[in-house]
């Protein structure tokens, strides 16, 4: 099943992180982008930029944890040692009911191994990445969809990525798993290139 059907709200306190989505998902319909508190408004899932280790105890975690209770964390670390061998690599999401009504499910997306600046790296793509596709994935399964989702900025507070670059690539996993329009990259050094272009914040 595609995404064409799931508006996603992009929500963030600070000004800088939402100045760069609008700048980069200006004109997309299915963005909605706001500052302002992750839970100012209702949503079928939340991203959490987490860990890959599923410590809910600092940052953005930590309102989840507070909002939805600890043992939110104690299952999604349960899920991540049943399923994932003990570690939810960058690149990888899963996602777990909250138990609420007003947002039932939240998407583990780990954007750091442990907590670490990761300025420089893909990492905001890869967990963007991995929350679209396993929202693609829940939403083809048996049960009811995921229509709406809300998602902060992705390592940009302890991680240390430039909104701009955040947002950047961002919306180059947007459009590759949402709109299909997966880069083309014949050689290597494309490879390379476009790498870079994900990653460096003075272009």
């Known amino acids: 099943m595609n995404l064409t059907g799931v508006r996603f709200d992009l929500r963030d306190r600070h000004p800088a992180v939402v100045e760069a989505w609008g700048a980069h998902f200006a004109g997309v319909e299915q963005v909605r982008v706001q500052p302002g508190d992750i839970f100012q408004d209702e949503a079928d899932a939340l991203v959490s ?107 940009t507070a302890i991680g240390r990525i430039a909104p701009d670059v955040c947002a950047r690539q961002m919306r180059a996993a947007f459009d590759a798993v949402v709109l299909g329009h997966t880069p083309e990259l014949p050689t290597l050094q494309d490879a390379k290139l476009w790498h870079v272009r994900l990653t460096r914040a003075d272009l």
């Open 49 to 155: 930029p987490a860990n890959s280790f599923g410590f809910m105890d600092g940052g953005i975690d930590l309102a989840f944890s507070e909002q939805f209770g600890w043992d939110l964390q104690a299952r999604v670390q349960e899920r991540i040692r049943r399923d994932y061998h003990g570690e939810l690599l960058v690149g990888q999401a899963l996602i777990v009911p909250t138990l609420d009504a007003v947002w039932p499910h939240l998407i583990c997306a780990p954007t750091m191994r442990v907590p670490a600046d990761v300025s420089g790296t893909p990492n905001a793509f890869l967990a963007f990445r991995a929350a679209l596709l396993a929202v693609q994935a829940h939403n083809a399964s048996v049960g009811p969809p995921i229509r709406r989702v809300a998602c902060p900025g992705l390592g």
